[in-house]
């Protein structure tokens, strides 16, 4: 059983807060809602490079890292990247192909997860980055001084193989942004299983729909004859120029970090993660869950997640 099932729950609340350039940010908030941790501890999830943080840290009670953090004593946010779920959208992602550069990089919106931090109450701010999410933090906390007290790095993308970027289709030219069906999303997912195992052994038929739901509710979401989202395409220009060089220095990253995958996750590889994890000079840990692919918080797996990075938060 969940934390968030066992201690009272709190509502989800939606707060809007301006990044240094002025851009609109979506927050999302819960407040802690029991345990026995420090009441001026906080946890920030940062998501990665296609879905917004409502739909994946926070779609249905069931499946919401959201509440189980705050069940736990922790107050809990999600923010949403610009151009991403209930976030404002720079006009270049509406732009024709070749009149702009993909926009949305790490570098640009590392600021967007600062002004997450700067709007939060709590003194201590635990960073969870997933997948590109960890690369946009992993900038935040090499380049500039955040009152983090740790860093997750769950899923992490670091240094990808080159047979993982081989598939990004940017267009030639470039498009600003790229557009994913609901067949597409579920289809993703579905490949992420090796190919002996039956999905559903390990995912919710349930999950699928509620993640989908929040997702297209979102400001994400585009006029077309089949549901469809939009994302911006700059984390594809930082995926693939990550596979030469590093996307930041992790040497530099001096809060205690955590390294956690799934086991059958293909996009975040155990390679990669652990050459992270080596890299990380504060690194307390590394934790792999069987069986979970890089969807792996709305899978039925979820709980050992969560309470692997509310240990390590709670050593810190």
């Not at 999600?78 to 976030?87: E, I, Q």
């Not at 970090?257 to 590394?286: H, K, N, W």
Request: hydrophobic content about 40%.
């Amino acid at each position: 059983m969940d934390a968030s099932e066992e201690a009272g729950a709190t509502e989800t609340v939606a707060r809007d807060v301006p990044a240094p350039d002025g851009t609109r940010l979506r927050l999302w908030a819960r407040e802690a809602g029991g345990g026995e941790t420090d009441p001026d501890d906080a946890v920030l999830f940062v998501h990665g490079a296609t879905y917004p943080g409502r739909a994946v840290f926070d779609p249905d009670p069931a499946f919401s890292w959201l509440a189980d953090t705050a069940a736990r004593g922790r107050a809990a946010y999600a923010v949403d990247l610009r151009g991403y779920g209930a976030s404002e959208a720079p006009v270049a992602v509406d732009a024709d192909a070749g009149d702009v550069t993909p926009p949305c990089r790490a570098a640009t919106v590392a600021d967007d997860v600062a002004a997450a931090v700067a709007a939060i109450p709590e003194s201590r701010v635990h960073l969870v980055g997933y997948s590109w999410g960890t690369v946009v933090c992993g900038h935040l906390l090499a380049e500039t001084s955040t009152r983090a007290a740790s860093f997750t790095a769950f899923a992490p993308v670091f240094r990808p193989a080159p047979s993982l970027v081989e598939g990004f289709d940017l267009g030639d030219p470039p498009a600003p942004a790229r557009e994913v069906t609901r067949q597409d999303a579920l289809d993703r997912w579905t490949a992420q299983f090796p190919g002996h195992v039956e999905p559903f052994t390990y995912r919710d038929p349930a999950a699928f729909e509620h993640f989908w739901d929040a997702l297209h509710e979102s400001g994400q979401s585009v006029p077309a004859n089949v549901p469809t989202v939009r994302a911006p395409n700059g984390v594809l220009v930082d995926l693939a120029a990550a596979v030469d060089e590093r996307p930041y220095d992790p040497s530099r990253v001096t809060v205690p970090s955590f390294v956690v995958r799934g086991s059958f996750d293909p996009t975040a590889t155990r390679e990669d993660a652990l050459g992270l994890y080596d890299a990380l000079p504060a690194a307390r840990g590394y934790h792999e869950v069987a069986g979970g692919t890089h969807f792996l918080p709305l899978e039925k797996r979820h709980d050992e997640l969560f309470r692997a990075v509310a240990s390590f938060h709670d050593g810190r």
